[in-house]
Every structure is written in structure tokens, then in C-alpha cells.
């Protein structure tokens, strides 16, 4: 039969060790729980709301903002509403509140893409805009 090494010390390492584990698995949990629970709960609204299935049509003006219609109806969000524009190498994203975003595919957008860049840049100004240069996109 093996001794069992009893210093205090090993007590203490032991109890460390088994902490560090445990708080890694819960990360673990955590940061995969997480994206995975986004992307149900987008599909679910993808699923049930009319809103994501339907086409909208986004028209840009520098001086009135940008005009959405779905469905018969529109709504007009002016510059002053947007809180700000991000871009990223697929999308160019318009937030409009804490819950609510236009976010664009630039594929979308076809040959008018710079042009429609260039109205959200200025229409945002540089204080609300993560924009960056189209052509490094």
C-alpha cells in the first residue's frame, strides 16, 4: 500500500488545481453557451417574424436619411436618429437604438456601394461612424 504524502502544502496545491479547472470549464461553458444560444434565438425570430423574411427597400439621402419601406409601409430614420455605422468585410451596419440595427450585406448594395458608403459616411459624420475606407474591405 502507497503512503499517502499528508503535508499541508499538497492540500492547498490540490485545492488550487481543482479551482483553476473548475473555473475553466465554466468559461468554456460560457463562451460556447453563449453563441450558441444567439444564434437559436435568431433563428427562432428569422422563423416567426414577418419582418425578417420580407424585402426591404432602403433608399439614401445625405439630407433626409435614409428611407425604409417593407410591406407597404415606410419609415424614414434622419441622420440625427442614428446612433452610428460600423462596416466590416460583408456588411455595413446602421444602428438606430440599443435593440434595433439595419445591417446591410454590401453585396446588396451592387455597383451603388460606394456611392451609398459615401452618403452614410457624411450623413453620420466622423463622430458617430466606424467607417473606413471602402477599399480596404
Same mark, same amino acid.
Given at each position: 500500500m502507497e503512503k499517502c504524502d499528508r503535508r499541508p502544502g499538497n492540500y492547498v496545491i490540490y485545492s488550487l488545481i481543482l479551482s483553476v479547472r473548475i473555473y475553466i470549464l465554466a468559461a468554456v461553458c460560457f463562451l460556447g453557451y453563449?453563441?450558441?444560444?444567439?444564434?437559436?434565438?435568431?433563428?427562432?425570430?428569422?422563423?416567426e417574424e414577418d419582418?425578417?423574411?420580407?424585402?426591404?427597400? $432602403?433608399?439614401?439621402?445625405?439630407?433626409?436619411?435614409?428611407?425604409a419601406e417593407q410591406n407597404g409601409t415606410s419609415r424614414l430614420?434622419?441622420?440625427?436618429?442614428? $446612433?452610428?455605422?460600423?462596416?466590416?468585410?460583408?456588411? +455595413?451596419? +446602421?444602428?438606430?437604438g440599443k435593440d434595433q440595427a439595419l445591417i +446591410?450585406?454590401?453585396?446588396?448594395?451592387?455597383?451603388?456601394f460606394l456611392?451609398?458608403?459615401q452618403i452614410i459616411a457624411r450623413g453620420l459624420?466622423?463622430?458617430?461612424?466606424a467607417v473606413q475606407n471602402p477599399d480596404t474591405h
Amino acid at each position: 500500500m502507497e503512503k499517502c504524502d499528508r503535508r499541508p502544502g499538497n492540500y492547498v496545491i490540490y485545492s488550487l488545481i481543482l479551482s483553476v479547472r473548475i473555473y475553466i470549464l465554466a468559461a468554456v461553458c460560457f463562451l460556447g453557451y453563449t453563441p450558441f444560444l444567439l444564434k437559436r434565438k435568431a433563428a427562432r425570430a428569422l422563423r416567426e417574424e414577418d419582418i425578417y423574411r420580407t424585402p426591404m427597400d $432602403l433608399t439614401f439621402s445625405e439630407v433626409e436619411g435614409i428611407l425604409a419601406e417593407q410591406n407597404g409601409t415606410s419609415r424614414l430614420y434622419r441622420w440625427e436618429e442614428v $446612433l452610428r455605422g460600423a462596416v466590416t468585410p460583408k456588411t +455595413i451596419s +446602421i444602428y438606430l437604438g440599443k435593440d434595433q440595427a439595419l445591417i +446591410i450585406p454590401k453585396q446588396d448594395f451592387g455597383d451603388r456601394f460606394l456611392q451609398c458608403y459615401q452618403i452614410i459616411a457624411r450623413g453620420l459624420g466622423m463622430s458617430r461612424s466606424a467607417v473606413q475606407n471602402p477599399d480596404t474591405h
